[in-house]
T-cell receptor, first 116, second 110 residues
Framework: DAGVIQSPRHEVTEMGQEVTLRCKPI?????LFWYRQTMMRGLELLIY????????DSGMPEDRFSAKMPNASFSTLKIQPSEPRDSAVYFC??????????????FGDGTRLSIL | GQQVMQIPQYQHVQEGEDFTTYCNSS?????IQWYKQRPGGHPVFLIQ?????EVKKQKRLTFQFGEAKKNSSLHITATQTTDVGTYFC??????????FGPGTRLSVLP
C-alpha cells in the first residue's frame, strides 16, 4: 500500500523565494498534519486538517506560512517569502477516522528545505 | 499550554545493555503514543497506551502508562544496533491538544 507521499524530497532556494511543499495522504485517511522538525525546536505541529477543513493552525509560525487542502488526496504548505530560519525538515502525516491523537499517524519521508 | 517532556535527551549504551526513556506531561493525558525515528528517516508509530497503569510489550520493548496518566516509559531490553534512533512520546490531553515530546536519541555502540 502506498504511504504518505511528499514532494519534493529536497528543496534548496534563496531567501525571498516562494516555496511550495506537497503532500498526498494515505487514501481513506481523514486527518492530515503538517510538522516542522529542527534540532533546536524538535517536532512542531504546524497545522492539521480534518476532512479537508483546517482545524488547528495555531502552530503556523507567521503569516508567511499558509496551508491548503483542496481535496482529500492533496495538500500544500506554502512559504512566501522564505527566510533562512525556515530551513528544516517538513513532514506531512495522515491518520484514519477517529479523535485526533487517538489514531496512529503515518508520516511521509519529509521535505528537507534549505533557504540560503 | 500542554507540555510533554522526555528524559534523557541523549543516551549512549553498549550493545546488550538496557535502555529506558521517560515521558512526563504537565496535564493528564487521554492516551499516549510512542514513535521511533531512525537517523535520516521519518517517525514511525510503535504503540498506543490508553488505560491507567497499562503495560504493553513488543518483543524487547516494554511500554508503560502511569497510574495518573501523566507519565509513560519505554524500556528496551538488551539493546541492538537496530534500536538506534530517536524515540518520541506524543500525548493527547482531554482538551484535545496533541503534542510530541522532544525525543530521546539513542546510540548503541557495537
Amino acid at each position: 500500500d502506498a504511504g504518505v507521499i511528499q514532494s519534493p524530497r529536497h528543496e534548496v532556494t534563496e531567501m525571498g523565494q516562494e516555496v511550495t511543499l506537497r503532500c498526498k495522504p494515505i487514501s481513506g485517511h481523514d486527518y492530515l498534519f503538517w510538522y516542522r522538525q529542527t534540532m533546536m525546536r524538535g517536532l512542531e505541529l504546524l497545522i492539521y486538517f480534518n476532512n479537508n477543513v483546517p482545524i488547528d493552525d495555531s502552530g503556523m509560525p507567521e503569516d508567511r506560512f499558509s496551508a491548503k487542502m483542496p481535496n482529500a488526496s492533496f495538500s500544500t504548505l506554502k512559504i512566501q517569502p522564505s527566510e533562512p530560519r525556515d530551513s528544516a525538515v517538513y513532514f506531512c502525516a495522515s491518520s484514519p477516522t477517529g479523535q485526533v491523537g487517538h489514531q496512529p499517524q503515518h508520516f511521509g519521508d519529509g521535505t528537507r528545505l534549505s533557504i540560503l | 499550554g500542554q507540555q510533554v517532556m522526555q528524559i534523557p535527551q541523549y543516551q549512549h549504551v553498549q550493545e546488550g545493555e538496557d535502555f529506558t526513556t521517560y515521558c512526563n506531561s504537565s496535564t493528564t493525558l487521554s492516551n499516549i503514543q510512542w514513535y521511533k525515528q531512525r537517523p535520516g528517516g521519518h517517525p514511525v508509530f510503535l504503540i498506543q497506551l490508553v488505560k491507567s497503569g497499562e503495560v504493553k510489550k513488543q518483543k524487547r520493548l516494554t511500554f508503560q502508562f502511569g497510574e495518573a496518566k501523566k507519565n509513560s516509559s519505554l524500556h528496551i531490553t538488551a539493546t541492538q544496533t537496530t534500536d538506534v534512533g530517536t524515540y518520541f512520546c506524543a500525548g493527547r490531553n482531554y482538551g484535545q491538544n496533541f503534542v510530541f515530546g522532544p525525543g530521546t536519541r539513542l546510540s548503541v555502540l557495537p
